[in-house]
């Protein structure tokens, strides 16, 4: 019989961190996102301030279910997934065959949650069972573009058009054959190089828009550290593409399971001619097909240069607003509604920016 339970308090990384990691070998939804370091990673550079708390669900001693969260104080209390903000998805980890009992469990626990005036989740991707069980307003949060990977990388360049064909093929042309341009990818010892390089060049495509981009901070500082994490799982996909010695171009990807994930890529704007952007995914998907993935993700962003690829899945992420009958809780779901109409606009200016 399945029952579920709250381990509360920062004591609950130690308590839950080795049936954390079983769970997520036996979750076939599990995401980068969802693992012990991911989340613990999080937690050290974003929990400030903040209270963290696991709905658990076991099945007798073994866990077949889990979401972490946080409680936020404000003006309302708010009770959030833990891993918002960098996470593209923040879904519960479920054990395969446990997804909808699981969730329906984690749900009800959620909506007894004390002092809390307001459940806010985020990034739940709409076909996940969390989304089907959830009660309270739900809004379209992001749209996540998917790739099925054929069996060779032939069969996969003939479903592209034929201008993006042409700009991967350079991948076997002079430059690359000559040594004068190499995508490498990072060995794990030059993660830290790689992560710096990839932040550089992130920062001055942004700054041509006029913005700051995404890494800076406690960000910049979170992913230096979760990519050493990532590394050594063998979980980090992150290349280097040299030309004539030196960097142009950075891509920022993880794999879990069958699916390589594309979380980000930079380039030097200088260079743009030379299409850095379109050869590191060229590279890195021709990689993923190589070593039998099966799945690309591209992730939160529907870009038209991401369409190119040809994605077969348009999958819409899900925000979920629970509010209490109280004031505070009332308060805080208006209030986010309005923030989440702010966010798409901005997301709508942004998205539509080509990755040359």
């Known amino acids: 019989m399945l029952r579920a339970g709250v381990v509360n ?87 395969e065959g446990y997804e909808s009992s699981a969730s329906e469990m984690i749900v009800e626990a959620v909506s007894k949650a004390k002092n809390v005036d307001l459940v806010d989740l985020h990034q739940v991707r709409e076909t996940r069972a969390l989304a089907a069980h959830a009660a309270g307003s739900v809004i379209e949060q992001a749209t996540c573009l998917l790739l099925d990977l054929p069996d060779t990388y032939d069969q996969y360049l003939s479903m592209l058009g034929k201008s993006l064909r042409y700009d991967v093929r350079k991948l076997d042309k002079t430059l690359f054959k000559e040594g004068r341009a190499q995508i490498v990818p990072s060995t794990g010892a030059d993660t830290d190089r790689c992560l710096e390089i990839l932040f550089d060049q992130h920062r001055r495509r942004w700054r041509k828009r006029g913005l700051p981009g995404a890494f800076l901070g406690r960000v910049a500082d979170f992913h230096r550290d979760w990519a050493q994490a990532a590394a050594r799982n063998g979980w980090l996909w992150l290349s280097v593409l040299n030309l004539d010695g030196n960097a142009v171009g950075a891509i920022y990807g993880m794999t879990l399971g069958k699916t390589v994930y594309y979380y980000q890529a930079g380039f030097d704007p200088q260079s743009a001619s030379f299409s850095p952007g379109t050869l590191l995914v060229a590279h890195t998907i021709r990689r993923a097909i190589d070593e039998g993935k099966r799945q690309f993700d591209f992730m939160r962003g529907d870009e038209p240069y991401k369409r190119r690829w040809k994605p077969q899945h348009v999958l819409k992420n899900l925000r979920i607003l629970q509010p209490t009958a109280s004031l505070a809780g009332r308060l805080g779901s208006s209030w986010n509604h309005t923030g989440s109409r702010v966010e798409t606009r901005v997301r709508a200016r942004l998205e539509g920016r080509g990755l040359l």
């Open 9 to 95: 308090g920062p004591a609950l990384f130690e308590e839950l961190r080795t049936p954390w990691k079983s769970l997520v070998e036996d979750s076939p939804s599990a995401t980068p996102f969802q693992t012990y370091e991911w989340q613990s990673t999080w937690w050290k550079h974003f929990g400030r301030l903040k209270k963290p708390l696991a709905i658990t669900v076991h099945e007798g001693n073994d866990l077949v279910g889990l979401m972490p969260l946080v409680q936020i104080r404000g003006f309302w209390r708010t009770l959030r997934p833990m891993g918002i903000g960098p996470s593209d998805y923040l879904h519960p980890l479920v054990r």
